[in-house]
């Protein structure tokens, strides 16, 4: 979870320019920031990833609308980061597909490609979507978890997981 231990005032404060609680956010958000790194680039451009997420996040948490979001935001700039790395051919992201059927479908396209049409799968999802695949599959929270965090019912959580995976296998075999 981003943020671990992070208050909602120490982010408030952050997103109002307090250099102070802005260190603070980059040191709580770090662990984080380099699991996202190391699950989506090489273990060359690991460093690269982290470094260029943590400037944005110095640079743009004014822009950040809830700490609720802060973990979302912080996976979806890794994820691009990612994947400019991959487009200039200095590496190659780690997306993990667990659907057999979708996994199935996708085999014979090239690694690379899948990769990167499986992060613009991602990318391409409605945020309330994406939001529940990235807190589920990224950051292993368990339904009731995700409920809570986003204040809707675990039936509402199951049901916008399971359109969000049958729109990205849709999009990746179509």
């Known amino acids: ?3 671990k231990g992070l208050s909602q005032t120490v982010f408030e404060e952050a ?9 603070r956010l980059i040191e709580a958000t770090q662990p984080d920031v380099r699991r996202y790194a190391r699950s989506r680039c090489r273990a060359s451009d690991e460093d690269d ?25 912080l996976f979806t700039v890794a994820m691009r980061e990612c994947l400019r790395l991959a487009r200039k051919g200095r590496s190659s992201i780690s997306v993990p ?11 014979a396209r090239p690694e690379l490609d899948l990769r990167l049409d499986l992060a613009a799968a991602i990318e391409a999802l409605p945020g309330h979507y994406r939001d529940v695949v990235l807190l589920r599959d990224m950051q292993e929270l368990t339904v009731g978890e995700i409920a809570l965090r986003l204040g809707v019912t675990q039936q509402a959580v199951k049901a916008r ?3 969000a995976r049958a729109l990205m296998r849709k999009q990746l075999s179509g």
């Open 161 to 163: 997981l399971h359109r």
């Open 1 to 3: 979870m981003a943020g």
């Open 97 to 107: 597909v667990e659907d057999k059927e979708a996994q199935a479908a996708l085999v």
């Open 15 to 23: 997103r109002l320019g307090n250099r102070q609680a802005i260190i």
């Open 49 to 73: 990833a982290t470094q260029e997420v943590l400037w944005q996040l110095f640079r743009r948490v004014g822009a950040i609308r809830s700490l609720a979001a802060l973990p979302s935001w």
